[in-house]
């Protein structure tokens, strides 16, 4: 059971949030990580208001972000991980977050259907908000991929195809723990090149084909037992879905494997609590999308044409797991 909270104190909290996203956006974490310095300096040096930058230093030492002493501000521990020099650097989930701002300030005229307040799909808007969104997809899936790995028995496949694959989180983490895997990870041309720089530098380049395309639009590569669908199925409606999965269908070897990754909602669509949440951010920012029961998932599995549609995972995070077979 999620913890209740106050509503005053939650409906205050876009005042801390918006704190920290402007800290992100004028990377200050990284500017103080560099040498401990004091508002005069970092406002003269960045061409910014001192007294403004002050207020915003002063309440993100509150936060435990930041510490001050005589004026000169330094990280701490906690705010160590998101300057943009940290080996696990968080910054660019903070700058993703910072690109659903204007579109979440557009809710109540979601809700009320007022002219001009239609939903687009926002969150791949231009290359900037892109990289952002496929680095913030990274910090947020590298320990739970690795769970997520770990808890699946995948001994019997021999090729992954990971679509819409990303940066390659999930197939990193999947050739980690399964030796006799190989993949192929198909996303839009302008993210396989941020895929072929993190799988080089993971050393598991010469296991990974890289095809480029729209899984929208394209044919899906064939040759592979076993699929992936990681955090997908929720930017898009439930027709979208059964297209999605009809394509996968016809590109896996009978007998394959076909895993979803992402929320699954019980039958209230209150629980798990961040997954209620997420539907709300993909009301705002998708035509279409939303998290799904999984009653839905299966049916439109189904549908497609595949079989023995279970539920192998389930959390409170965008830690559950849908699998379902293609017949032989």
């Not at 005053?8 to 200050?28: N, Q």
């Not at 000169?72 to 993703?96: D, N, R, V």
């Not at 598991?204 to 639009?217: H, K, T």
């Not at 929320?263 to 009301?283: C, K, S, W």
Request: glycine share 8%; net charge neutral.
């Amino acid at each position: 059971m999620e913890e209740k909270k106050d509503a005053m104190m939650l409906a205050r909290a876009f005042m801390s949030s918006r704190i920290i996203l402007t800290a992100a956006e004028l990377d200050l974490f990284t500017i103080i990580q560099d040498s401990p310095t004091t508002a005069e300096k970092i406002a003269s040096g960045f061409g910014l208001d001192r007294r403004a930058l002050e207020r915003v230093l002063d309440c993100l030492v509150t936060f435990g972000l930041l510490q001050k002493n005589g004026g000169t501000y330094s990280l701490t521990h906690e705010g160590t991980p998101y300057s943009s020099k940290h080996p696990a650097s968080e910054l660019p989930m903070l700058l993703h977050m910072s690109h659903l701002w204007d579109s979440w300030s557009g809710l109540t005229e979601v809700v009320r259907k007022v002219p001009g307040a239609e939903r687009k799909p926002r969150i791949h808007r231009d290359i900037d908000g892109r990289q952002a969104f496929i680095g913030a997809m990274h910090v947020g899936g590298r320990s739970l991929s690795e769970q997520i790995a770990r808890s699946l028995d995948l001994r019997i496949y021999r090729k992954l195809l990971d679509i819409g694959g990303g940066s390659g989180t999930y197939t990193i983490a999947f050739l980690n723990r399964n030796p006799q895997l190989r993949a192929t990870l198909f996303d839009l041309k302008e993210v396989v090149p941020m895929a072929r720089e993190r799988l080089s530098s993971e050393g598991l380049l010469d296991r990974v084909e890289l095809v480029a395309g729209d899984f929208y639009s394209d044919d899906l590569p064939g040759g592979c037992d076993l699929a992936l669908l990681s955090a997908i199925i929720h930017q898009n409606s439930r027709q979208q879905n059964l297209q999605l999965f009809r394509k996968v269908y016809r590109s896996l070897e009978p007998g394959g494997m076909l895993l979803i990754r992402d929320y699954i909602m019980d039958v209230e669509r209150t629980h798990p609590q961040q997954g209620a949440l997420f539907a709300v951010n993909m009301l705002i920012n998708t035509t279409g999308g939303g998290t799904y029961t999984f009653h839905e998932v299966a049916q439109d599995l189904k549908e497609a044409g595949f079989t023995h549609v279970k539920l192998l995972r389930s959390g409170e995070r965008m830690d559950c797991v849908v699998g379902a077979v293609k017949p032989k």
